[in-house]
């Protein structure tokens, strides 16, 4: 779709699920508006960013593997395109991830979900204890087993969001973006309401309103306070609440010729409980040199900072890697993520015409299945063909189900 269809089109929610469509949204030839109070205040602040596809299978959950392992592979040419748009770091690292298992019940635990992994054709690959010294000798001794992963990888979704923004924000060279819409408008409110109209969306906001072509709903757990269409579209969403800490590695905790504590992302498995462990790169300027680690999943109602989960989460953090009890701790970020019955997100589109698209509830997911995500939104939008395969991924998170 070019410039001389456009669309107006708005984008209420400005988390890196929202930010990315309105960015899919803009190439397409779409003029955008993103309506938010706080773009990239929400979960995606707090987010580690883990990229992970095989190491965050859980059972029973099939058809989300294979969403995640498609939104995976949609990453490398999303980061492309926004490298030509801006020069900021896109905070995207293709560093792998380690399991680890604490203790012999650990080992059991996490080996069966491996061999899941691997019946399913995933790259899991046990180290030997040389491997593991070799590869990362800062952790710990004595780890019942580790495994590799070296597909699954990470991005710092606060880099991210800045990188983003300025791309939405940038005047774009026409030679190398020929179709793309003029820089997007923002708007610091919060949506009321949204509704269908004989003159188009529109959408309210803190006492005002304006008129759109078409709409995206990439609210998050905002969804349920919007008035109209989402209330004739109710979604089971619930708020799912995470802690997550950042830590500082301090010069002196590395020996020379060390760059960083660890090189891979790990995620382990101690005394039962979950624990990741994400580096954060040297020259990374929002968090250098730095560990985060998390995360809790809480839905006990406190919107605030659980102690008991972070004294756990330190506690196996440092239990896999020692150095933990030495760096400093710089942050602890609480976040509500809007979480499903079933862990798969809602997207579609629900109104007539299909001039609004949902999407929301991606839960531990958002990071990773966002540009997934914002193509889909924008092929509803636009009416662009779709392939089957993204019949099936639409079918998986239909709104209605």
Request: aromatic share 4%; proline share 8%.
């Given at each position: 779709?070019?410039?001389?269809?456009?669309?107006?089109?708005?984008?209420?929610?400005?988390?890196?699920?929202?930010?990315?469509?309105?960015?899919?949204?803009?190439?397409?030839g779409?003029?955008?508006?993103?309506?938010?109070?706080?773009?990239?205040?929400?979960?995606?602040?707090?987010?580690?960013?883990m990229?992970?596809?095989?190491?965050?299978?859980?059972?029973?959950?099939?058809?989300?593997?294979?969403?995640?392992?498609?939104?995976?592979?949609?990453?490398?040419?999303l980061?492309?395109?926004?490298?030509?748009?801006?020069?900021?770091?896109?905070?995207?690292?293709?560093?792998?991830?380690?399991?680890?298992?604490?203790?012999?019940?650990?080992?059991?635990?996490?080996?069966?979900?491996?061999?899941?992994?691997?019946?399913?054709?995933?790259?899991?690959t046990?180290?030997?204890?040389?491997?593991?010294?070799?590869?990362?000798?800062?952790?710990a001794?004595?780890?019942?087993?580790?495994?590799s992963?070296?597909?699954?990888?990470?991005?710092?979704?606060?880099?991210?969001?800045?990188?983003v923004?300025?791309?939405?924000?940038?005047?774009?060279?026409?030679?190398?973006?020929p179709?793309?819409?003029?820089?997007?408008?923002?708007?610091?409110?919060?949506?009321?309401?949204?509704?269908?109209?004989?003159?188009?969306?529109?959408?309210?906001?803190?006492?005002?309103a304006?008129?759109?072509?078409?709409?995206?709903?990439?609210?998050?757990?905002?969804?349920?306070?919007?008035?109209?269409?989402?209330?004739?579209?109710?979604?089971?969403?619930?708020?799912?609440?995470?802690?997550?800490?950042?830590?500082?590695?301090?010069?002196?905790?590395?020996?020379?010729?060390?760059?960083?504590?660890?090189?891979?992302?790990?995620?382990?498995?101690?005394r039962?409980?979950?624990?990741?462990?994400?580096?954060?790169?040297?020259?990374?300027?929002?968090?250098?040199?730095?560990?985060?680690?998390?995360?809790?999943?809480?839905?006990?109602?406190l919107?605030?900072?659980?102690?008991?989960?972070?004294?756990?989460?330190?506690?196996?953090?440092?239990?896999?890697?020692?150095?933990?009890?030495d760096?400093e701790?710089?942050?602890?970020?609480?976040?509500?993520?809007?979480?499903?019955?079933?862990?798969?997100?809602?997207?579609?589109?629900?109104?007539?015409?299909?001039?609004?698209?949902?999407?929301?509830?991606?839960?531990?997911?958002?990071?990773?299945?966002?540009?997934?995500?914002?193509?889909?939104?924008?092929?509803?939008?636009?009416?662009?063909?779709?392939s089957?395969?993204?019949?099936?991924y639409?079918?998986?998170?239909?709104?209605?189900?």
């Amino acid at each position: 779709m070019g410039q001389n269809v456009q669309l107006s089109t708005a984008v209420i929610g400005a988390g890196v699920v929202g930010l990315l469509t309105a960015w899919q949204l803009r190439l397409s030839g779409h003029a955008v508006t993103i309506l938010d109070p706080a773009p990239g205040a929400q979960a995606s602040y707090a987010a580690a960013g883990m990229l992970a596809p095989i190491s965050e299978v859980q059972y029973g959950q099939q058809q989300l593997w294979e969403l995640m392992t498609a939104a995976q592979a949609e990453y490398p040419a999303l980061i492309r395109t926004l490298q030509q748009a801006s020069a900021l770091p896109t905070g995207y690292r293709e560093n792998g991830t380690l399991l680890v298992a604490a203790d012999p019940g650990d080992r059991q635990a996490t080996a069966e979900l491996v061999a899941v992994q691997q019946a399913a054709g995933m790259e899991v690959t046990p180290l030997s204890s040389r491997q593991l010294r070799s590869a990362e000798p800062a952790l710990a001794p004595g780890l019942a087993k580790v495994w590799s992963v070296p597909g699954d990888h990470q991005v710092n979704p606060r880099q991210l969001v800045r990188c983003v923004t300025e791309a939405l924000d940038a005047q774009l060279d026409p030679g190398v973006f020929p179709t793309a819409g003029p820089p997007a408008q923002w708007i610091a409110a919060r949506v009321t309401r949204v509704e269908q109209t004989e003159q188009g969306i529109r959408v309210e906001y803190d006492g005002a309103a304006a008129v759109f072509d078409r709409a995206a709903l990439v609210p998050g757990l905002g969804y349920t306070d919007i008035a109209g269409l989402p209330q004739q579209q109710p979604l089971d969403l619930r708020p799912v609440h995470g802690d997550v800490i950042r830590l500082r590695v301090r010069p002196e905790q590395l020996s020379p010729g060390e760059q960083h504590l660890i090189s891979s992302t790990l995620r382990a498995k101690v005394r039962g409980r979950s624990v990741y462990l994400v580096p954060r790169a040297p020259e990374d300027p929002l968090e250098p040199l730095g560990l985060v680690v998390g995360a809790s999943s809480r839905e006990d109602g406190l919107p605030g900072t659980h102690t008991g989960s972070v004294a756990e989460l330190l506690e196996d953090a440092a239990a896999v890697l020692p150095a933990v009890r030495d760096a400093e701790l710089v942050e602890i970020t609480t976040r509500a993520r809007p979480g499903t019955p079933d862990d798969r997100p809602y997207l579609g589109a629900v109104s007539p015409g299909g001039g609004v698209v949902i999407s929301t509830g991606y839960h531990r997911h958002g990071i990773l299945l966002a540009p997934l995500a914002a193509r889909l939104t924008v092929a509803l939008l636009s009416g662009e063909p779709l392939s089957e395969a993204d019949r099936d991924y639409l079918e998986t998170m239909r709104p209605d189900r």
